[in-house]
């Protein structure tokens, strides 16, 4: 499996390639900011983009959508809560709708759809092998905000205590580069993650908002 991390646009937003290198075919995850170049980097790789991936739909993570969808036929996967956003952003609109648990098969990966509200009503992570691509629900100590319309404190300690569920080795890939380094593990989150750290919805909504005021 390739895992490649592309840094895009003018606020640190880490877009994603997930290849399967015996079959050719890659998804891409959170298009934007720089179709021309993520088609490039697929090129590069050997890959054909086959699916477009959303973890969630604030515009820095799906304004090349149309773009990369025009330029592929890739259809759109986003989980169902975040279709009634999509027509505040660009479109096109997503394709298939998803729910916790679903599955989308690329190539010979499958990639696990794990349904993690808080930052957004339908924000997810994508599980596949294992690597974890978080979007905005986790960022390298930190987390997404939970103050835009659509965001929920409540739901997000929910998602939390979903993610610390995951095996300790597994290896975070964030939807910013806002932390020390480019990725982490879940095991270094459980340590190094403030907001990781209350036992109690309680002291998890005591905690003030992250500080980075981006998307
Ligand atoms: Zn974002
Ligand atoms: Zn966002």
Not at 90 to 105: I, N, R, S, T, Y
Not at 145 to 167: H, N, Q, V, Y
Not at 185 to 197: E, F, H, L, S, V
Request: charged letters at 20%; a negative charge.
């Amino acid at each position: 499996m390739i895992i490649k991390q592309i840094p895009v646009g003018t606020i640190a937003n880490f877009n994603y390639l997930i290849g399967d290198p015996d079959s050719g075919t890659a998804a891409l995850v959170d298009p934007a900011w720089e179709p021309e170049r993520l088609l490039a980097e697929a090129r590069e790789l050997g890959l054909s983009v086959t699916h477009i991936l959303l973890t969630h739909c604030h515009s820095d993570h799906v304004q090349a959508n149309g773009a990369i969808k025009e330029a592929t036929g890739a259809e759109i996967y986003v989980h169902r809560a975040e279709f009634p956003y999509l027509k505040h952003f660009l479109p096109p609109a997503g394709d298939v709708a998803m729910e916790d648990g679903g599955q989308v098969q690329v190539g010979g990966l499958t990639v696990r759809w794990l349904h993690t509200p808080g930052h957004s009503p339908g924000s997810s992570c994508l599980y596949v092998g294992d690597a974890l691509i978080a979007g905005d629900t986790l960022f390298v100590n930190s987390i997404g905000r939970t103050d835009f319309p659509g965001s929920d404190p409540e739901e997000m300690w929910e998602s939390i205590c979903k993610l610390k569920a995951l095996p300790d080795h597994v290896t975070v890939y964030p939807g910013h580069h806002y932390g020390p380094t480019p990725t982490t593990t879940i095991g270094d989150q459980k340590r190094a993650n403030p907001y990781w750290q209350p036992d109690t919805l309680e002291a998890f909504l005591a905690l003030a908002q992250p500080e980075n005021d981006e998307m």
